[in-house]
């Protein structure tokens, strides 16, 4: 099956600077990426995804990076601002999604003021 | 709409007990998925469903879970007897499905669950 893994667990920039987080997954099926951002008490809610067939995507402060050859994808988010400490996952699907995901353990981001 | 909706929000329990955990997926939506997060495992698919018939169970740890879905908007997931270890933050989610352009997984708040 597939396996997901994150890095790193835990990652303190000061606000304003940029914070990477970086997936690796082994199942060359997978073709659906997904990142969501977990606040304490509350459910993972999708901030950006990525389909097998593009490289990079941006929204606004966010990021996320392909490289299907190294089975490699990155979440890159710009300007950071207090409200982004949370807990970010990735995640990989075979499905496009419609199959379950398998998610990495998480990075806590924290922003430093 | 409302969102995913999930009960009860927090179970306390003891081992052996039957726990029984509700979800209710938004409207329209085809998918229904059910995680569990631990600190040690992190977010796991444990069961989900197309159009109310359960597709991969392969995620359910043992004969003690077993997940129904009797109509398109309900779905519980039963732990028959309860153990301390069964103790996590169970996720619902729901989506579209295959054939829509946008294939997000939306999250319920989840329940948290305590076996003593």
């Known amino acids: 099956g597939e396996n997901v893994e994150q890095h790193p667990s835990t990652l303190s920039v000061q606000e304003g600077d940029s914070a990477v987080i970086k997936c690796t997954y082994s199942d060359s099926a997978s073709n659906y990426f997904p990142w969501y951002k977990q606040e304490l008490g509350k459910g993972p809610q999708l901030i950006i995804d990525i389909r097998s067939n593009v490289g990079e995507k941006k929204d606004q402060r966010i990021a996320v990076t392909l490289n299907k050859t190294a089975k490699h994808f990155s979440l890159h988010i710009t300007e950071t601002q207090p409200e982004d400490s949370a807990v970010y996952f990735c995640?990989?699907?075979?499905?496009?999604?419609?199959?379950?995901?398998?998610f990495g353990k998480g990075t806590h981001l924290i922003i430093q003021p | 709409d409302a969102g995913v909706i999930q009960s009860p929000r927090h179970e306390v329990t003891e081992m052996g007990q039957e726990v029984t955990l509700r979800c209710k997926p938004i409207s329209g939506h085809d998918y229904l998925f059910w995680y569990r997060q631990t600190m040690m495992r992190g977010l796991e698919l444990l069961i989900y469903f197309n159009n109310n018939v359960p597709i991969d169970d392969s995620g359910m740890p043992e004969d003690r879970f077993s997940a129904k879905m009797p109509n398109a908007s309900f779905s519980t997931l039963k732990i028959q007897p309860s153990e301390p270890r069964d103790s996590a933050v169970y996720f619902c989610?729901?989506?579209?499905?295959?054939?829509?352009?946008?294939?997000?997984?939306?999250f319920g708040p989840g329940t948290r669950l305590t076996v003593l």
């Open positions: 995640a990989a699907s075979a499905g496009g999604g419609a199959d379950g995901l398998t």
């Open positions: 989610a729901s989506s579209l499905g295959f054939l829509a352009a946008y294939n997000e997984q939306f």
